[in-house]
């Protein structure tokens, strides 16, 4: 079982991005995709999640196809960490990292707050972040924030956009040591967009994106 995405076609008015693109993604497997500025790397997460209309072809996660099924189901399924922003201005970090566990896991708070503590330990966020809003928060901070948020729901597929942005060779390092506990733990799919180096190393898959489509590279 894992992700297999057919005829991807994602298109905005007046610009193809992606046309009849075709994916398969293992569970427990990590894809990286080597991206430039404004090459639409964005997008395909966005548009392979759902989180984009206007869509067509057939992604199945699992057997649950992520265009179509309810917003409640995809939350429960798919992680989206995105490079900037990406969180609810007036709640705290905290309130904003247990939100989809509130509303779609039907943990109990205590459950929640052990599973988040856990996850922020892991990814080395500390506890004196959880009071501050997001705009008291950096760049590295926001991303960080966003990805526990994303692994809390014990996602089937993980959807990274540009995780490297800021972060130092050691942070990065360690953060990458965690996805792989993670997938290891709890079985996932990881797709993750960059022009990182040692991010592509740990992937098992590198594709660059070429003429609307994903070019295998190693």
Known sequence: MGLTIRDLHIE???TLVFDALNLDVNEGETI???TQVLDGGTSLLR???GFLSGVGGDVQLNGINLLTCDASERAALVGFVYEQQGLVSFYTTYEN???PLQFHSGLSQDEIHERVHRECAALNVEEALFNLKPHQLNDVQIRLINLARALCVNPQ???IDELEGGMSEEYLQATMARLQEKQQNSPMAIIITT????VMQKADKVYSIANNDLVLEH
């Open 32 to 34: 990286a995709i080597e």
């Open 12 to 14: 905005y008015p007046g």
């Open 97 to 99: 990292i247990v939100l």
């Open 157 to 159: 597929l993980l959807l």
């Open 47 to 49: 548009g392979i999640g």
């Open 195 to 198: 022009s990182n180096e040692f």
